[in-house]
Structures are given as C-alpha cells and as structure tokens.
C-alpha cells in the first residue's frame, strides 16, 4: 500500500511539474510572438498604394492618396508617425510660405497629411491603434486611429474601419514596403 502511495504522489509531482513547465513554456512563446510581432512593425515604410474596396467588391483609390507619396514610421519606443504627400502640390507663386493665397493654402492643405504620436498593437485581435498627439487635421488630435494590418513578405497592409467615400461606405486598404 505504501509502495502504491509514493507511485502515486510521484506520478502527481511529476504531472504538476510537466504543467508548470509547459505552461511556463507557453508563456515564454507568447512573449516572444509579441516581440516578434512588435519587431515587424519597427521601421519606415513607404507608400505603395492606397486603395478602397467599394460594396460591389470593386477597388479604388482611396481619397487623396491616389498617386501620393509617403513614409509611416515605427520605433523602438512606442513612437510612430505618418506623412503622404500629393507630388503635384502647385506652388505657392510668391514663393513664401507667409504670402499664400487662400486657394494656394487650400491646395496645399488638400495635398498633404501628417499625424504622429503614440501606437499600442493588439496582436491577438490583429490591430494597431494610433494614439494621435499632433495632426495637419487638428480634429485628429487626441484621438485613437484604429488600423487593422496584415504583413506579407516586405509589406504592411494596414486597414482603416470602413468609411464614407463618394456617397458610399467603402473599406480602405493601404500598402506600405519596407524601407531597407
């Protein structure tokens, strides 16, 4: 009976350590799959296309980004920023940035967006979430931009919630490549 005993608590000690272990395991494979997930995304990546998908299945450029250039940034400490760029911005034609016609700052001001701040991933529901502390939008400003993202091969896809655009909800999709 005492022999049938210590079998018994053994095999108990041995099943109770083989969980911890696998739990600990577990744990540590998690961490790294954040980290790595977390490593993806540090870098500049610059803009490759944006585009929206219409209801009827049918992509379009998304907004004012068809034909923009661009850069979005993620560091090591938490930090990212974003800037896209209509490459035929007109000039202003005094040539000073103080001395822009309404129309010209309008154009400008159409052309190009900018926010930085802040980004917390969520891998397991597989977004990013801009924290915006500055923007070129000032209506941005303190507000979190939800980005669904997909990473294939040298490119990050990321995926702003569906949004108005010409009358219809379409759902935009923007392709950056990695800057090596």
């Given at each position: 009976m005492r022999k049938y005993w210590l079998h018994t608590v053994a095999f108990a000690l041995f099943v109770t350590v083989s969980f911890c272990y696998a739990q600990a395991e577990e744990k540590k494979m998690a961490t790294q799959a954040s980290t790595d997930?977390?490593?993806?995304?540090?870098?500049?990546?610059?803009?490759?296309?944006?585009?929206?998908?219409?209801?009827?299945?049918?992509?379009?450029?998304?907004?004012?980004?068809?034909g923009s250039v661009g850069y979005i940034m993620y560091d090591t400490t938490?930090?990212?920023?974003?800037?896209?760029?209509?490459?035929?911005?007109?000039?202003?034609?005094?040539?000073?940035?103080?001395?822009?016609?309404?129309?010209?700052?309008?154009?400008?001001?159409?052309?190009?967006?900018?926010?930085?701040?802040?980004?917390?991933?969520?891998?397991?529901?597989?977004?990013?979430?801009?924290?915006?502390?500055?923007?070129?939008?000032?209506?941005?400003?303190?507000?979190?931009?939800?980005r669904f993202f997909e990473f294939v091969d040298d490119f990050l896809i990321l995926k702003p919630p569906p949004r108005p655009q010409g009358g219809e909800q379409v759902a935009p999709r923007i392709t950056w490549q990695r800057v090596r």
């Open positions: 997930i977390k490593n993806k995304f540090i870098g500049t990546w610059r803009l490759v296309k944006a585009e929206a998908q219409r209801p009827n299945g049918e992509f379009v450029p998304y907004r004012y980004t068809a938490g930090h990212m920023g974003v800037h896209l760029m209509q490459p035929s911005r007109p000039k202003f034609a005094s040539g000073d940035l103080d001395k822009g016609t309404p129309e010209e700052i309008k154009a400008a001001f159409d052309g190009y967006g900018a926010y930085f701040g802040t980004y917390e991933i969520h891998e397991a529901e597989g977004f990013v979430i801009h924290h915006v502390e500055g923007s070129l939008f000032p209506n941005n400003v303190g507000s979190d931009q939800k």
